[in-house]
């Protein structure tokens, strides 16, 4: 499950690498500024480096986890659905001798 989880958050990854290098994105990114108030854009810029920094260090590990969680998620739940059903089908019924 792990190599299936690493392999998603890897995707995702570059997926979400390869969007913020287009084009229409570095033009909002450029452009931010203008939408912050002057007495506040010194620590907006400071606050923008700081989170780009925390994402490069800590994004796919965090990827990897929740990826992780969620598939162990989606196989706790079709187990579940799966007892379930063969629950209400009778397979867990002990049969009777008459």
Do not use: C, H
């Amino acid at each position: 499950m792990s190599a299936l989880a690493d392999e998603m958050a890897r995707l995702l990854w570059w997926y979400l690498l390869w969007l913020m290098r287009r084009p229409w994105m570095k033009r909002i990114q450029r452009r931010w500024l203008g939408w912050v108030r002057e007495s506040r854009r010194q620590g907006a810029v400071k606050a923008v480096k700081s989170q780009n920094k925390l994402a490069r260090r800590w994004g796919y590990k965090t990827l990897r986890l929740v990826m992780n969680l969620l598939l162990a998620s989606v196989l706790v739940t079709v187990f579940y659905l799966l007892t379930l059903n063969l629950y209400e089908s009778g397979a867990f019924q002990v049969p009777v001798k008459g």
